[in-house]
């Protein structure tokens, strides 16, 4: 059985309230199933059990609150509350963890307070219309809750009690959610290596955080880390930790006596702060202590930087889910205040644990001692479970003797040898479509305000610039005053997936007032292409009027290009006076290269120009310096470590790597004007010859020109990617899989041409092949070879014509010889009966009839003929195997049509006229 919605579409649920939507419903003719409306009678003998066990409930704990065991539905029927609950598993791979399905849910659906926050709701929505709705109180979203969690193999209840008035308001001052800001924590390119079956880890699990989960995840994993590194024979020895046990007796007695107060707070905390309430428990099982699942094949994983990230609670212990938030909570929470009933699908269980903090709650609900439940399951031995085995204290129906009266019996169901189960939930199927899973929020949007953030939410695809997400951070002790805002993206062609701006005052000294510092920073996914080439962007940190900075993804870079810095003088920010150029992985060690421009160069950029690049070129370069690694191959004094070129001043300067237990390293410079210095540390050395310096010198002269030549084609390379960004955010595109079936649907106007090349295929199919096996293997290769096969099926097509007609003349010719013969042989005998004559007669007439229809056909086909040979000759000069070696001949050929078609047009009897001879 399945819900369909007998809503309209275009109403705005969001907007109205429980009230309203269900006023709307009763005014709607309703398309729900019969079960809806109605009840049937196993529902209802299920109805009247409750009724006892709620009226001895009630005559035993009269100070106790009423439960909510019998409650209305949407169409006001009355049903078990129970019942409401469908478990189901959404066929989405996606929504099968815990935390996955409850942020679904969050987003999707929109959290309204109970009118009455002392009273029980009247009415509770089945899932199906929350669902359909996208809003509901919190009895309503926590069914749906236990609904979609029981279907995922969770050991879900629903828990109604009293819960603090910020709970029940869904009050969060604070946002949760921080944005981390450090650079170990960025995206980092080994993650996506690891996604795609490397063995790099991924960015949660440098953190602490991320190390816990793998060691829980593989507890071997720290055994075998700890065995393969070496312990160095000089690491320092730990100290012993000392504590004195005084102390520690003085703080346990400190701990405990707080707890206690703490607890007696607790207990003695105002009733107005205690509201109604209902929130979702999850015990532990099989299927919660499962390892999370793997990201779905072909779904595109999200790259963006994560905020916060969900740290999972331990799966051996029970805990909570707050329907409001969606947020996982430990028992402990003290703003769960109490816990009157839990309930699934299958039972209902009564809290018995009176004046108990629910952090001290016994969650075993098969303790009779703690809990009381409803049904029996089938097949008990205890005479005592069932309808009250707890609740079985004297009232005023027992007599002195405590015995029960009849009626109390049958009531009791003492003598009913069955036990009563729990009917099915009378609910429908729920589901969910695709269009709705992929939407994510009510409206394809959603805001979440806090006193010091705002988080607005977005559908993917739903904005121009593929917008999924936006965080703005004010100051807590001025809200209007902005500090950050962190924007995230999915789904973008040029691979942008976050871009964060900072706005803070920064203080230089003491003295001077404090300086508005602007920061822009964006992140992006790897695999940013620039025609053939790998662009690899990764990171641009712009510091108004004082740096930029660009990282790369330098192992997917020919050159291992990791970043470049660009430092601007405070003076101004039209060119930077510095570039650092920083290299990872490079064959020729090379780690280090920078530039200092002369800042005396006068600015001509234009305005249409970008000034950093125009301005390059026409500027002179002070100095420029490059940096290697250390090759092992070579000894440290043959190893340059630094060499600088100071162009102004026409020399050029060597350090060398410093060598094993050594303090100095070798240093040499060379000028343009001939001079040389040689700084030899191991005076056991030999000085360098002559011609060795000379070639030296030479070959620092090209190391030069290089130098200058690889910062001109850097320089030229990055105005290429700022053009490109500039274009890219001009023309924002975005990409889909091709498992995205909702976007990848073609338009009307594409399902209108599909539609057409389908007709010309299937015309080509019923269509022969003109040339048929005239056509060679090789397929055409000359024009002459081209001609030949024209006229070979142009001949072919003649003589068929021909051998049509024959045929038709020698059935002419057949019964003009029948009758011919039939009156030779008639006159032959004239004075015959008058029933020869007539016979004669009969025969005469129907030979010339025939004889009329075959010169019919005769004609006709002289008409078609012509007209299947011109057809024919037109599809041959129209053959796209014959057209290029036919040209002159397509040319004469549709010149010829269209000078007939004129003169056809211009006299329309002289065709006739030619048409019937």
């Known amino acids: ?329 430990p028992i402990t929470d003290t703003d769960y205040k109490q816990i009157e009933a839990v309930f699934n699908h299958q039972n209902y269980w009564v809290n018995m644990q009176e004046n108990v903090p629910v952090a001290q709650t016994d969650f075993d609900l098969y303790n009779l001692d703690n809990w009381e439940y409803i049904f029996v399951s089938e097949g008990s031995d205890d005479e005592n479970e069932g309808l009250g085995a707890s609740l079985k204290q004297p009232t005023e129906n027992d007599d002195g003797n405590g015995a029960p009266t009849a009626a109390d019996t049958v009531e009791s169901g003492e003598h009913d040898t069955q036990v009563l189960d729990l009917p099915t939930s009378w609910v429908g199927r729920i589901t969910l479509t695709k269009e709705q899973f992929f939407s994510k929020y009510p409206g394809k949007n959603k805001r979440i305000q806090y006193m010091d953030a705002t988080i607005q939410l977005y559908t993917p695809y739903s904005r121009d610039d593929c917008l999924t997400k936006s965080i703005t951070y004010f100051d807590k002790d001025a809200p209007s005053k902005k500090l950050s805002e962190h924007l995230f993206y999915e789904n973008r062609e040029d691979k942008l997936i976050r871009r964060s701006l900072y706005n803070a005052s920064v203080s230089v000294d003491d003295t001077s007032p404090p300086v508005q510092r602007s920061v822009k920073h964006e992140w992006f996914a790897p695999g940013r292409r620039k025609g053939s080439s790998i662009e690899a962007l990764k990171e641009v940190i712009q510091v108004k009027s004082e740096k930029n900075e660009y990282r790369f993804y330098w192992d997917a870079r020919l050159d291992g290009l990791e970043k470049r810095i660009e430092l601007f003088h405070p003076s101004t920010s039209f060119y930077p006076r510095k570039i650092v150029l920083t290299f990872r992985g490079r064959t020729d060690f090379l780690s280090y290269r920078s530039v200092t421009y002369d800042m005396n160069t006068q600015n001509t950029a234009s305005g249409n120009e970008h000034p950093t690049f125009k301005s390059m070129e026409e500027r002179s370069v002070l100095k420029m310096s490059e940096k290697f690694e250390r090759d092992s191959s070579k000894i440290a004094d043959e190893d340059v470590a630094k060499r600088t070129f100071y162009l102004n001043e026409g020399r050029m300067r060597l350090l060398y790597h410093y060598g094993p237990d050594k303090i100095t390293h070798a240093v040499r410079e060379y000028t343009k004007r001939g001079d040389m210095s040689i700084d030899i540390v191991d005076p056991f050395q030999a000085r360098p010859k002559l011609s060795d310096a000379i070639s030296e010198y030479k070959e620092l002269l090209n190391a030069e020109k290089n130098c200058e ?166 599809e041959l000069l129209n053959d796209d195997r014959l057209a290029p070696f036919l040209q002159r001949e397509r040319k004469k050929f549709f010149s010829q049509k269209e000078s007939l078609e004129t003169d056809s047009m211009h006299s329309p009897s002289r065709l006739a006229v030619s048409t019937r001879r």
């Open 1 to 329: 059985m399945e819900f369909s919605s007998p809503y309209p579409n275009k109403i705005n649920w969001q907007s109205l309230s429980k009230h309203q939507r269900l006023q709307s419903l009763s005014q709607i003719e309703s398309s729900a199933p019969p079960s809806y409306k109605s009840n049937t009678i196993k529902e209802e003998l299920v109805l009247q059990y409750v009724r006892v066990f709620e009226r001895q409930y009630v005559e035993l704990f009269q100070e106790r609150e009423r439960l909510a065991l019998v409650v209305r539905n949407e169409y006001g029927v009355k049903k078990f509350i129970s019942t409401f609950i469908k478990p189901t598993l959404l066929p989405y791979a996606e929504l099968y963890d815990s935390h996955a399905i409850t942020q679904f849910l969050h987003n999707y659906l929109t959290y309204e307070p109970l009118p009455s926050p002392h009273q029980l709701p009247s009415i509770i929505c089945s899932p199906t219309i929350t669902l359909t709705h996208q809003k509901g109180d919190s009895f309503d979203l926590s069914i749906l809750y236990c609904s979609l969690l029981r279907g995922a193999g969770y050991e879900a209840y629903v828990c109604i009690g009293r819960a603090s008035g910020k709970v029940a308001r869904a009050e969060r001052l604070y946002c949760p959610e921080q944005i981390r800001d450090d650079d170990d924590d960025y995206i980092q390119y080994e993650s996506f290596k690891d996604a795609n079956g490397g063995t790099a880890a991924s960015a949660d699990d440098v953190g602490a955080n991320g190390a816990a989960a793998q060691q829980q995840n593989d507890g071997t994993a720290s055994v075998a880390t700890a065995t393969t590194k070496k312990k160095s024979k000089y690491s320092l020895k730990k100290r012993m930790r000392l504590e004195s046990e005084f102390d520690q007796m003085q703080k346990d007695k400190e701990d405990q006596v707080a707890g206690e107060n703490g607890q007696n707070e607790q207990n003695t905390d105002d009733s107005s702060d205690q509201y109604i309430h209902a929130w979702i428990l999850v015990l532990p099982n099989a299927r919660s202590m499962a390892p999370p699942t793997p990201h779905p094949p072909g779904v595109p994983i999200t790259t963006n930087p994560t905020s916060t990230p969900h740290v999972p609670l331990p799966a051996d212990q029970p805990y909570f889910i707050e329907t409001s938030t969606g947020e996982q909570k």
């Open 709 to 874: 030549a690889n910062i001109r084609s850097a320089n030229v390379e990055m105005k290429s990617i700022l053009e490109t960004r500039q274009k890219d955010e001009q023309n924002v595109k975005y990409v889909t899989t091709i498992y995205d079936t909702l976007l990848n649907q073609p338009t009307p106007e594409e399902i209108e041409e599909l539609k057409r090349k389908e007709r010309e295929r299937l015309e080509k199919l019923k269509r022969k092949d003109v040339l048929g096996s005239l056509y060679p293997k090789e397929g055409i290769k000359s024009e002459e070879q081209a001609r030949e096969i024209f006229k070979k099926c142009l001949r072919n097509m003649r003589k068929r014509l021909l051998e049509r007609a024959k045929i038709l003349e020698a059935r002419l010719t057949h019964e003009r010889n029948q009758i011919n013969r039939r009156r030779t042989a008639y006159q032959k005998t004239q004075e015959g009966s008058e029933r020869n004559e007539e016979e004669f007669v009969k025969f005469w007439e129907d030979t010339m009839f025939r004889m009329g229809i075959i010169r019919k056909r005769v004609e006709r086909n002289k008409i078609e003929s012509k007209k299947e040979y011109a057809q024919l000759q037109e």
